[in-house]
C-alpha cells in the first residue's frame, strides 16, 4: 500500500468561471509540480475535456478521473465521477438531455470553450453550463451509480449551491459515497454541527478555477495503485484502503 494525494475538483477554461490559465496543459503541469498523483476533471455540467486531460497527464504520472460538477434541479452541486470513456459519453449525453437551451452570454458570464492539447480553442458550448439540470438530485445519482460511477455532493457546507444551502440538511435516504466539505471547515466542526449524520466519508478538494488553487488543497488515501477502482475501494475502506487525511 502506498499514500497518494487526489484533488478531485477541478475545472478548465470550459467552465465559465473557470480562468482562461485552467488549459489542460498548465493543469497537469501544475499537478505534477505539485505532487498530486490524481485529478478529476469536473466542469460545470460537462465532462468533455476529460479525454485530452487524461492523454496529456499519462506520460507525467498522473491519474486523471472522468467527471462533472453538476447542478441539480435544486441548485445543489454534485460530483459525479467516472473511470471509462464509455460511462463518461453516456453522462455526457445524459447531461445533453437535460441541460437547459439557456445560451450563455460569455460578457457576462465567462467564455465556455473546448480546447485540445496545444490549448488550441475547438470551438464553444452554447449553452449556459452553470444552469441546473431539469431533474432532481435523487435522479441523477441513480444514473451515476447506474453506469458504476461516484457520486459526491460537493462543499456541502458552503452558503452557495450545496446540499445544505439548498436543502438545509443532506437527505439521509441520499446514496452518496463520500461528502465534499469546504477547505478551511473542521471536519470535527462539521460533524458536531450535523449530528444527525451517521460516519459519513469525509473528502476535501480544491474547486480550483485559477492554476494557483489547483492542489492547494487535497485529500491523501491509502491505495495499492493511484486508479478509480482504488478510490472506490478507499472510499469504503475495503481491504486496506482508506481515507487518510485532508
Same mark, same amino acid.
Do not use: C
Given at each position: 500500500m502506498?499514500?497518494?494525494? !487526489?484533488?478531485?475538483?477541478?475545472h478548465t477554461v470550459l467552465s465559465p468561471c473557470g480562468d482562461l490559465d485552467m488549459s489542460p496543459r498548465n493543469i497537469v503541469e501544475t499537478a505534477k509540480a505539485r505532487n498530486i498523483d490524481i485529478i478529476a476533471i469536473t466542469d460545470h455540467n460537462?465532462?468533455?475535456?476529460?479525454?485530452?486531460?487524461? #492523454?496529456?497527464? #499519462?506520460?507525467?504520472?498522473?491519474s486523471v478521473i472522468y467527471g462533472a460538477e453538476v447542478t441539480t434541479r435544486e441548485e445543489a452541486h454534485c460530483l459525479c465521477l467516472f473511470d471509462t470513456d464509455e460511462q463518461r459519453e453516456k453522462f455526457q449525453e445524459y447531461i445533453n438531455l437535460n441541460l437547459p437551451s439557456f445560451p450563455n452570454d460569455p460578457q457576462r458570464f465567462g467564455y465556455q470553450v473546448v480546447v485540445n492539447e496545444d490549448d488550441e480553442i475547438l470551438y464553444e458550448i452554447?449553452?449556459?453550463?452553470?444552469?441546473?439540470?431539469?431533474?432532481?438530485?435523487n435522479d441523477i445519482e441513480k444514473t451515476v451509480h447506474g453506469l458504476g460511477g461516484l457520486f459526491i455532493p460537493a462543499h456541502v457546507d458552503r452558503p452557495r449551491y450545496s446540499l445544505i444551502s439548498q436543502l438545509g440538511f443532506v437527505p439521509?435516504? &441520499?446514496?452518496?459515497? !463520500?461528502?465534499?466539505?469546504?477547505g478551511k471547515t473542521n471536519p470535527a466542526n462539521?460533524?458536531? !454541527?450535523?449530528?444527525?449524520? #451517521?460516519?459519513?466519508v469525509l473528502i476535501?478538494?480544491?474547486?480550483?478555477?485559477? &492554476?494557483?488553487?489547483?492542489?492547494e488543497t487535497f485529500t491523501t488515501y491509502r491505495m495499492a495503485?493511484?486508479?478509480?477502482?482504488?478510490?472506490?475501494? !478507499?472510499?469504503k475502506g475495503e481491504d486496506g484502503r482508506q481515507v487518510l487525511s485532508f
Open positions: 502506498q499514500t497518494y494525494r !487526489a484533488d478531485l475538483h477541478i460537462s465532462t468533455l475535456h476529460g479525454p485530452v486531460i487524461r #492523454k496529456l497527464a #499519462k506520460p507525467l504520472g498522473i452554447e449553452p449556459l453550463l452553470i444552469n441546473g439540470l431539469s431533474v432532481g438530485i439521509p435516504d &441520499l446514496n452518496y459515497d !463520500a461528502l465534499e466539505i469546504f462539521f460533524l458536531s !454541527a450535523n449530528s444527525y449524520l #451517521k460516519n459519513p476535501k478538494n480544491s474547486d480550483a478555477h485559477f &492554476l494557483e488553487q489547483l492542489g495503485e493511484p486508479t478509480f477502482d482504488e478510490l472506490v475501494k !478507499a472510499l
